[in-house]
């Protein structure tokens, strides 16, 4: 399984930015697939997540700015995020369970299995 993300760049506070991730090796269509991020100096997050059934839960600080979805024939998963503030900048990165037609929502970085090499976003005031 790879993952590659894509998307990042540098915008302005208040900007948009869609970010995709492509799987290649297997269809993602009966996995959970997340975001994560990663600002510097600090732990990796969990940013949202998009379960095999296409249920979608995100982290509370998203506010409801971002938007997780898949599209299971282009095995690609979907960040659109709005109204970024400078501290959304970090390095995004997508990931995929090695568990398929998982039951729950898991947001622990530690229970997935495959990761992207990260997409860095900088939002700048």
């Known amino acids: 399984v790879q993952l590659q993300a894509s998307g990042g760049g540098l915008v302005q506070d208040g900007d948009s930015l869609r970010l995709s991730c492509v799987a290649s090796?297997?269809?993602?269509?009966?996995?959970?697939m997340g975001w994560f991020r990663q600002a510097p100096g600090k732990e990796r997050e969990f940013v949202a997540i998009?379960?095999?059934?296409?249920?979608?839960y995100y982290a509370q600080f998203m506010k409801d700015r971002f938007t997780i979805s898949r599209d299971n024939v282009a095995n690609t998963v979907f960040l659109q995020m709005n109204s970024l503030k400078p501290e959304d900048t970090a390095v995004y990165y997508c990931?995929?369970?090695?568990?398929?037609?998982?039951?729950?929502?898991?947001?622990?970085?530690?229970?997935?299995?495959?990761w992207g090499q990260g997409t860095l976003v900088t939002v700048s005031s």
């Open positions: 998009s379960t095999w059934r296409d249920r979608t």
């Open positions: 990931a995929q369970r090695d568990i398929p037609r998982s039951s729950g929502v898991v947001t622990t970085r530690e229970e997935y299995d495959y």
């Open positions: 090796g297997r269809a993602i269509r009966s996995y959970d």
